[in-house]
């Protein structure tokens, strides 16, 4: 197997939470020299490299060897959260001789995909001392069990329904509910007394690993392509940049509930990125006026997934932009904003690409249909700095277990440390 696909799977395998994908990211990072500053501290004075964490999010930085107005800042932008099921407030419910869990939807979930999976929880829990241990338990205690087509007669002519509100409710072993059970249960798994704990955010995973896949071993069958492979592209391409290449301060920003529209204080849309780099540059001694020279001459790549030609549905695509698995990093174009990108980001886009040596593709969406959007969109209205959508060709966006190309994720690592570098 290719190096960078083994590492994307055990990225993506540790990290069924945004939680665990900030972990994730923070291992990587350290391994790479990179020191934690806790936002509550003052950052360290000088050209740094580090990185900074807030529940679902993590911001990482590395300055090139001088730091001044001049510097602009290129920021490589993912996140963190996909779509899942999440554990409800009062968790132990059940019905019919069953013990289950209730649930929140989170985003936009392909609901159908988490029917009849194996499924194990994850999350964080909140201590009386205001500790937040992780959670993980990967044995397979939770199913989602679909209907049999024998009690669903108009699964033939109308397609298969299902309402969130009841068919979505995990199982969770037969018997009584016991109040308190799930809990104790995961407060177990994290090797913590369940008395201590006060609250938690926790959630569903498919305990499937990701799966190499096809006779050429050339597509990658996981969940959380969208985002964590743009993650882990970010992270990597990061983890081995060199400071005397930098032609600006290279930030990552790696946000939660972009599936949920960004607006959170871990989200893109909130003020946590802007007021970093803001401490940033007063590290460095760049007082305000400064800084925002410093982001006048600053540009953001915003990674995430793209849309490629299925071939069961092509009709949905247009034929002008075929959009192939393996095909190249896909830059995402909207004349109505949803995707940042215009014609002076997009030509940004492709000196990188070309930098980095690898192929492009293009995507616009059909007019008919409503485009998805991202944290592009976003991270450019709040900073007032071009942006450019792109990232990874893949099928079934948020579905449970989606599919990608194994050699794309290696090219947008590629073309993410290239923006770091080019003029
Ligand atoms: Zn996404």
Redesign the pocket.
């Known amino acids: 197997m290719h190096p960078v696909t083994a590492a994307v799977i055990d990225d993506i395998t540790a990290s069924p939470s945004p939680y665990h994908a900030v972990q994730t990211a923070a291992a990587r990072l350290q391994a790479a020299g990179f020191t934690e500053v806790d936002l509550t501290d003052a950052v360290p004075s000088g050209p740094s490299r580090g990185y900074a964490v807030l529940d679902g999010a993590i911001i990482a930085w590395l300055d090139p060897e001088t730091v001044g107005p001049d510097t602009g800042f290129r920021i490589v932008g993912a996140?963190t959260d996909s779509p899942n099921l999440r554990v409800g407030a009062h968790p132990d419910v059940g019905s019919d001789g069953f013990r289950q869990v209730a649930i929140e939807v989170y985003g936009g979930v392909l609901a159908n995909s988490w029917l009849d999976r194996d499924l194990g929880l994850s999350g964080r829990l909140v201590l009386a001392d205001g500790s937040m241990p992780l959670v993980r338990i990967d044995e397979p205690w939770f199913r989602v069990p679909q209907l049999a087509i024998h009690l669903d007669r108009e699964i033939r002519s109308d397609g298969l329904k299902l309402d969130p509100a009841t068919h979505l409710t995990p199982v969770f072993g037969l018997g009584e509910p016991t109040e308190g059970a799930l809990i104790d249960a995961a407060a177990e798994a994290a090797g913590v007394d369940a008395a201590e704990v006060r609250a938690w955010d926790l959630m569903f995973h498919d305990v499937q690993p990701p799966t190499v896949v096809g006779p050429d071993a050339d597509l990658l069958a996981s969940a959380r392509i969208?985002?964590q492979v743009s993650c882990f592209a970010a992270i990597a391409a990061l983890a081995a940049a060199d400071p005397a290449e930098l032609a600006a301060t290279a930030v990552v920003v790696l946000s939660d509930h972009?599936?949920v529209g960004s607006a959170s204080a871990t989200g893109a849309g909130g003020a946590l990125l802007e007021h970093l780099m803001e401490r940033l540059s007063a590290a460095a001694g760049i007082d305000r006026p400064a800084h925002l020279q410093r982001l006048a001459g600053s540009v953001v790549v915003s990674a995430?997934?793209a849309h490629a030609t299925h071939p069961n549905y092509a009709a949905r695509h247009r034929p002008e932009h075929p959009i192939r698995l393996n095909g190249g990093v896909v830059i995402k174009r909207n004349a109505n904003q949803r995707y940042a990108t215009d014609g002076r980001a997009e030509g940004f886009a492709r000196r990188a690409i070309e930098t980095a040596g690898v192929d492009a593709q293009i995507y616009i969406h059909r007019n008919d249909l409503p485009c998805g959007s991202?944290i592009g969109p976003i991270t450019a209205t709040r900073l007032g700095v071009p942006t450019v959508d792109l990232g990874v060709a893949q099928l079934g966006?948020h579905s449970a277990r989606e599919l990608c190309g194994t050699d794309d994720i290696a090219d947008l690592a590629a073309v993410l440390g290239a923006a770091w570098t080019v003029d």
């Open positions: 996140h969208d985002n972009e599936e995430d997934g991202t966006m």
